[in-house]
């Protein structure tokens, strides 16, 4: 069972930054996909980002493509996700999730590849 906690939301204006942190830990297997999604009312939940727990296979949606960077620290065994110039419509509660490692391989990135999930850590923006 691989444990999954988020860190890191809060409120900006709109053109701020926020970073959001993802421990995982437990688990079988030394290496999963890791993936930030979001989510607000009423809608389903998307992906924003992923990444190979190894590092690489980086995939973002393309709507925070050039604003939004997910990394590995391997130091903390942390994932983070640095949102710069955060726009009201990226205001929802963001998740973090880890999944199979080959999911990181496919090309669609979809919410059904991730099987733990964290509580999430609500991004507000105002305009």
């Known amino acids: 069972q691989v444990q999954v906690v988020e860190s890191g939301g809060g409120s900006v204006q709109a053109g701020g930054s926020l970073r959001l942190s993802c421990a995982a830990s437990g688990g079988a297997y030394p290496t999963y996909c890791m993936g930030w999604f979001r989510q607000t009312l009423g809608k389903e939940r998307e992906g924003v980002a992923r990444?190979?727990?190894?590092?690489?296979?980086?995939y973002y949606v393309d709507s925070v493509k050039g604003r939004f960077t997910i990394s590995l620290d391997n130091r903390t065994n942390t994932v983070n996700l640095q949102m710069n110039n955060l726009q009201p419509e990226d205001s929802a509660m963001y998740y973090c999730?880890?999944?199979?490692?080959?999911?990181?391989?496919?090309?669609?990135?979809?919410?059904?590849?991730?099987?733990?999930w964290g509580q999430g850590t609500q991004v507000s923006v105002s305009s």
């Open positions: 990444i190979y727990s190894e590092g690489g296979q980086i």
């Open positions: 999730a880890a999944g199979d490692a080959f999911r990181c391989f496919y090309t669609n990135f979809k919410v059904d590849y991730f099987e733990y």
